[in-house]
């Protein structure tokens, strides 16, 4: 058997243990999709503000539009969810041209982040996740926006310096995990397609973009503002999980001054 097919075989088994493991967990996987498309939208559109929702822009439209919803969990976590249906990272619709600016609105949504917690946070202290199609409790599209973890601040701002355009495996792990990383030339995503790097730019990624999880690191590089990316894939071991970059409970915001 090649190493191709046993690696698409372990993919496919522990993609089955997750599912059975977590179906409990996962009674409505549609729950974000209902409360954008039911609530969030129908409001904005009736001009009755983006409740449930923080945000809602339909600027380019419900095909492009993007909702910005506040996570159950944590103190300040923020959804960014787009208002079309797309079920995930391993949707074609993300790498197409008309894909909604999810990742920029999520950066445009720290906003939100710092006023639950009542502060600024430097640029590095903020972080955008989405998880792998393996590694989620919900079949809508979404990235995480919340506070990055002390132990991951730490880290790259040693290992910045040695970044580029190009992704490489980083030679230290973070949160136990070595993902692979590039810097992007950006001050608030809303001009680079993160998902559209990861496919271009890691070998086999286009493939099988739902094994992969994805996250920018706000950075500042060479005295401006840019962006550390960081990809990892699900594997029998784990992985393909983003969202343990951050930290829900926002300790960095007690801690910086």
């Known amino acids: ?15 089955l243990a997750l599912a059975l493991s977590s179906a409990s967990a996962r ?42 919803l506040k996570d159950l969990v944590g103190l300040s976590q923020m959804l960014a969810i787009p208002t079309r249906r797309i079920t ?5 619709q993300m790498l197409e041209p008309d894909a909604p ?9 720290r906003d939100l982040v710092e006023a639950r917690l009542g502060r600024a946070l430097p640029r ?21 926006v919340d506070c990055v973890a002390i132990p991951v601040i730490k880290v790259l701002a040693e290992y910045a310096s ?4 190009q992704w490489r495996a980083m030679t230290v792990p973070l949160q136990g995990r070595v993902y692979f990383a590039r810097r992007v030339d950006s001050a608030d995503l809303s001009d680079v397609a993160p998902l559209k790097l990861l496919a271009d730019g890691v070998e086999g990624a286009r493939a099988h973009m739902g094994a992969y999880s994805l996250a920018a690191i706000g950075a500042t590089l060479d005295g401006k503002p840019d962006f550390i990316l960081l990809a990892d894939q699900f594997s029998l071991e784990g992985g393909g999980h983003a969202e343990d970059l951050q930290d829900h409970d926002c300790a960095i915001a007690h801690s910086a001054p």
């Open 124 to 144: 590095e202290a903020i972080g955008l996740a989405i998880n792998s199609q393996w590694a989620r409790s919900q079949d809508q599209f979404h990235v995480h």
């Open 101 to 109: 600016p999810v990742f920029g609105d999520a950066w445009g949504a």
């Open 27 to 68: 009674a409505d996987p549609n729950a974000l999709w209902r409360i954008v498309h039911d609530e969030c939208v129908p409001h904005v559109e009736a001009g009755l503000g983006p409740k449930p929702c923080e945000r809602v822009d339909l600027t380019g439209g419900v095909a492009e539009g993007v909702a910005i």
């Open 1 to 15: 058997m090649g190493r191709a097919i046993r690696n698409q075989a372990a993919l496919a088994l522990a993609a």
């Open 88 to 92: 995930g990272i391993e949707d074609p």
């Open 162 to 165: 040695t970044l580029d355009g």
